[in-house]
């Protein structure tokens, strides 16, 4: 299974490690060696063997060469997972104020490496004739609006729509194609301070996320559970994509002031 994105101590790492305590070889894609020594620990010990690549995923050549060795190395070649994107603090604009650099920036992170990975690894199931699965990570930012990352937003929900496309045409092949959208997940390059107060407030399952629940739905896309699934999306975000916005801070909604219905609902 390669892994674009796998470095950083995240979700990429948790990915791959992952897979590889399943038992399988784990080709872990990252452009920076730093980056990738949390994973490598991370596996350390596990059933499955881990392979480091060097690589820039936004450079459809290289990619290709990755692909194409992780195809002549041993074991068969199955999955792809791309963990690659993101939008960090400078990216972030209202858009009134964004620009087109910008823009394209951030759809080229979120959406077309995705894309040309996909494509790479497409290619050679078509050749190795075999069944394959990959998963695509998306963002519950592409079902709902993003304030301030509008190319964000965009770049996930059209990741969401391609993913769609490609469970159509590569479905001959024996190709799934299923997508995660993780909610707020806690990992190192976040800027943002964890706070459970918050999270309890926002999130119905009264947590934020860890790396390992957005690996477990990528586990179970790349596996023969989930064989005849292809073209879905699995929101993983404990809950608070369907959370109303009309609830209060105690989950109630803000139109019951009634204080002995509120007590009667809340129990006590």
């Known amino acids: 299974v390669v892994v674009v994105g796998a470095g950083g101590g995240g979700s990429g790492t948790a990915v791959a490690a992952a897979i590889a305590a399943a038992g399988a070889r784990v080709v872990a894609v990252d452009r920076d060696a730093q980056q990738l020594a949390p994973t490598v620990e991370a596996v350390r010990g596990a059933a499955g063997e881990l ?36 939008l960090p603090a400078e990216r972030w604009r209202a858009v009134l104020d964004d620009d087109d650099a910008n823009f394209d920036a951030v759809l080229e992170a979120n959406l077309r490496i995705a894309l040309r990975s996909s494509r790479a690894f497409a290619r050679a199931m078509a050749r190795a004739g075999g069944p394959g699965s990959i998963v695509q990570i998306a963002s519950i930012a592409a079902l709902q609006a993003m304030p301030f990352g509008a190319g ?27 997508a ?26 009264g947590r934020q996320g860890e790396p390992d629940d957005v690996a477990g ?52």
């Open 51 to 86: 392979v480091t690549e060097l690589c820039d995923a936004g450079d459809e050549d290289a990619m290709r060469a990755v692909v194409e060795r992780a195809e002549v190395g041993p074991g068969v070649l199955f999955g792809l997972v791309n963990v690659v994107g993101g």
């Open 180 to 205: 995660v959208a993780p909610g707020r997940v806690r990992v190192p390059r976040s800027s943002a301070p964890d706070d459970p107060a918050v999270a309890r407030r926002s999130i119905p399952l």
């Open 217 to 268: 739905a990528v586990l179970f896309l790349l596996s023969d559970l989930s064989r005849w699934m292809t073209g879905q999306v699995l929101v993983v975000d404990g809950g608070a994509s369907v959370r109303p916005s009309y609830l209060d801070d105690e989950g109630l909604p803000v139109f019951v002031r009634n204080e002995d219905l509120r007590r009667r609902l809340l129990g006590c």
């Open 152 to 178: 964000y937003a965009a770049s996930k929900a059209a990741l969401l729509s391609l993913t769609r496309t490609m469970a159509l045409e590569w479905g001959a092949l024996g190709l799934r194609v299923n």
